[in-house]
C-alpha cells in the first residue's frame, strides 16, 4: 500500500470496565472509500470518534493524515471532514448561512467562501432553496448539504458516520454519487453503513463485531472467503456470533 493516510494498530478505548473498541489495527490508502461495518453497538462510532480526534484513546497507536490519534486530536480536526449521524446543521438558519457558517469555522477567506456556496448550491441543485431554513427540507436533502459542508474545506479525509439513515434507495444512490465525486476528486472517504448494498459499493471493508475487526478485505475478497453470495451473507455470517446487543 502507498503511504496510508490512516494507520492504526492495537488502538483500544475503555470506558470504565467496559472495552467498547479492542485493539483494532488497518490501515487505509489515500483515495480510498473505506467502509466501516458493524452490528449496532459494535463501536463503530468510538473508533471514528477517535480517528477524528475528538477522543483520545485508552491505548494504541496511529496516524491520520500525519498525526499521531494519541497526542495531536486538535490538528487531526483541522484536516479532516465530519459528518455525524446527527449532523451539525441548524435547522433554523438557510441552507446559505448554514454554508456560510462552516466556512467561517473552516478558515475559509470570503471570496473562497462565495464561490463555494454558488458551486455547492448549483451542484446539488438548490439554487431555489438557498434562503430556505434547513429545517424545512426533506432528510435526503439534509444529508446531501450537511456531506457538501462537511467537505467544503477540501479535506484530505472525510468520516461519515451513518450518513444515509432513513431514507429511500434512489437518494441513498445520489448520494453515493457525491460520495464518487469526492474520491475521485482525492479526498479518501471512511464510512460507516448498515446498508449492506452500500458496503458493495467501497474499495475495502471492514467488519467489527464486539469492539474488534472481524473482517477486513475487499467485498469480492469477503464474498470469497466466506463462501457467500452478497456482503449481507458475509455481514450476517460474522454478526452471528456477537455477544453485545444494543
Ligand atoms: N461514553 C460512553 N460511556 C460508556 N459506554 C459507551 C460510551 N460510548 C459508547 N459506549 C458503549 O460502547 C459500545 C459501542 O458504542 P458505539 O456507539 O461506538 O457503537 P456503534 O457500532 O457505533 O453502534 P451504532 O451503530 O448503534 O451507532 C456500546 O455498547 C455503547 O453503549
Known sequence: M??????VRELSKRFGDFTAVDRISFDVARGEI??????????????M??????????SGSGTVAGYDVMREGERIKRRIGYMSQRFSLYDDLTVRENIRLFAGIYGLRRMQTLRRTVELLHRLDF??????????LPLGWKQKL??????????EIVFLDEPTGGVDPLTRRQFWEMIYETAAAGTTVFVTTHYMDEAEYCSRVSIMVDGRIRALGTPAELKEQYAAGSMDEVFRILARTAKRSE
Open 127 to 136: 439554487r431555489s432553496e438557498a434562503d430556505t431554513p434547513v429545517g424545512s
Open 146 to 155: 450537511a456531506f457538501s459542508v462537511a467537505t467544503l474545506h477540501r479535506p
Open 34 to 47: 473505506f467502509g466501516f461495518l458493524g452490528a449496532n453497538g459494535a463501536g463503530k462510532t468510538t473508533a
Open 49 to 58: 470518534r477517535m480517528l477524528c480526534g475528538l477522543s483520545y484513546p485508552t
Open 2 to 7: 502507498r503511504e496510508p493516510i490512516i494507520s
